[in-house]
């Protein structure tokens, strides 16, 4: 039997330490994936091309070159695009009639770490799919048969063909980009540039060191450098991506940090003037006033499970022609593919200020404001997170309108919790938002009580002890840092 950690397969990708001493992820082991994945992709989907990309860490070459060796092994045609973003994968596989898509990427992960994310078309495998991945190698259940490669490194009928989706027809705009020493630094400049905007360039060398901040836009701190950039040279804006792309953030002219729930009611509006009755699916972690500004605008809001394949699987399943995550996913229905293109929604962002009489921060004032948390990501080990988030649940039950999904989040009569566990880190997630900064931090009391009154295991007294600490200082926190302003009063 082939010997792989199972820990690396997660719920919506595989994923771990690729450098190092007894690190998990070796070149063999991707080329089991590979050859695993071509499998499935032959027997399950009945798709023999795969197209595969990478971005710019330091072991994803030696990895991407393995696992198209397992692709071929089990009998696949390979299209290899090099050095890209996952968008780019995604787009080249709906292309190629809806081929497989293997992406190598650690996303905004350190720089030890990889992954691989799996594709057909734009619909993720994930859940079962990647259990049977593991399965197929832990059984040696291979296919093995001849396959092929074949280098395809242009990226300009990609931009053939989302430039005529992303054009402005009024002014160009002054943007500040960051990419994080990641892929974007590759393609959004150049993307943008032919749109007519001005670019000015912001951690855009590739470097897999990641030697300013990690590429995650939705960490304030990461985007702290934007917001002054931004300041310092008179720009209309800031636009951040993270490590392979598919998510994006933003900060208006003023550098103050939006949030990505209402970069989305920003453009729920512009898409729902062109499309009334168009529904919109936001994810759990998302504030009411998403989901209030969606109605308000003529459409339907769909409140759904944090993830992005859980949030593209139910877009397809209602016709969505918009969605996102508070991570920073936009899935783009209208016009498009459906998928999460950081690029794209970049350009959408772009076509609604450019056409805007007022600036992005006036855009952002214009849509009611509530008191909201930072999401606190406090330690659980994998095993304890279902004991915890039943436990709170049943100690909740009775006080507050509850709604499970992917969670429990309980509306109280001036505000919202949810508590649920990261599907990608040994974390538990957490948001509380209210009419009031008190009525915020009533909530957390609430749900803090719940989680103190469980059996005392560690993860119990961590989650509890970590409501504790947040309850004395949250308040405070706001005055100190400008960037998250836009975190509390939403």
């Known amino acids: 039997m082939a010997t792989v950690n199972p820990k690396l397969f997660k719920k919506y990708d595989i994923r771990g330490t690729a450098m190092g001493k007894d690190a998990p992820l070796t070149p063999e082991v991707a080329r089991l994936i590979g050859q695993a994945f071509g499998t499935y992709l032959r027997n399950v989907e009945e798709r023999r091309t795969v197209v595969v990309g990478r971005d710019n860490r330091h072991s994803s070459s030696a990895l991407m070159d393995a696992a198209m060796h397992g692709l071929t092994q089990a009998g696949c ?22 081929a497989g898509g293997m992406m190598v990427t650690g996303s905004h992960l350190a720089p030890d770490q990889n992954g691989f994310k799996l594709s057909v078309g734009a ?81 855009c060398e590739p470097d897999w060191n990641y030697p300013n901040h990690q590429p995650d836009p939705q960490v304030p701190a990461n985007m702290r ?10 720009a209309d804006l800031g636009i951040a991506f993270d490590g392979d792309a598919d998510r994006m953030g933003a900060v ?38 998403l989901f209030d500004e969606v109605t308000k605008a003529g459409g339907t809001p769909i409140m759904w499970a944090s993830g992005h394949s859980l949030v593209k699987a139910k877009m ?9 995550e508070m991570s920073g996913h936009i899935f783009l229905g209208e016009d498009y593919y459906g998928f999460d293109d950081a690029y794209v929604a970049a350009g959408r962002l772009l076509q609604v200020l450019a056409t805007a009489k007022q600036p992005l921060s006036a855009l952002n004032a214009s849509i009611p404001t509530l008191y909201s948390t930072p999401e606190y990501r ?43 566990a990261s599907n990608t880190e040994p974390v538990l997630s957490l948001r509380f938002e209210a009419t009031t900064e008190v009525d915020a931090l009533r909530v957390p009391r609430s749900v803090r009580r719940g989680a103190a009154s469980l059996p005392g295991s560690r993860s119990d007294s961590v989650a509890a002890h970590y409501f504790r600490v947040r309850e004395r200082h949250e308040s405070h926190a706001a005055a100190h840092d400008s960037l998250t302003t836009s975190h509390h009063l939403r």
């Open 77 to 98: 045609f390979v299209v290899d695009i090099a050095l890209t973003s996952t968008p780019i994968v995604y787009w080249n596989a709906v292309k190629r009639n809806n």
């Open 316 to 324: 397809v399943e209602t016709g969505a022609l918009l969605g996102g």
């Open 225 to 234: 450098a934007l917001g002054d950039k931004v300041r310092e040279v008179g």
């Open 378 to 420: 406090p330690h659980c080990p994998d095993d304890a997170k279902a004991k915890v988030i039943d436990g709170v649940r049943a100690v909740l039950e009775g006080k507050g309108e509850i709604v499970a999904v992917g969670g429990i989040r309980v509306q109280f009569e001036h505000g919202w919790g949810i508590l649920r």
């Open 123 to 203: 619909r993720n495998i994930y859940g079962d799919g990647i259990q049977e991945i593991l399965h197929l190698i832990q059984t040696e259940s291979f296919l093995r048969d001849t396959g092929e490669i074949d280098c395809i490194e242009s990226v300009e009928d990609y931009y053939s063909d989302i430039v005529p989706k992303l054009r402005v027809k009024t002014h160009p705009l002054k943007i500040v980009v960051d990419a994080g020493n990641g892929t974007g630094g590759i393609f959004a400049p150049k993307l943008l540039r032919t749109l007519g905007h001005n670019v000015i360039e912001l951690f």
């Open 252 to 289: 208006d002219e003023q550098g103050s940090m939006i949030a990505a729930d209402r970069l989305l009611a920003l453009l729920a509006r512009d898409m729902l003037a062109r499309h009334p009755g168009a529904t919109v699916v936001g994810d759990v972690l998302s504030s009411q006033v």
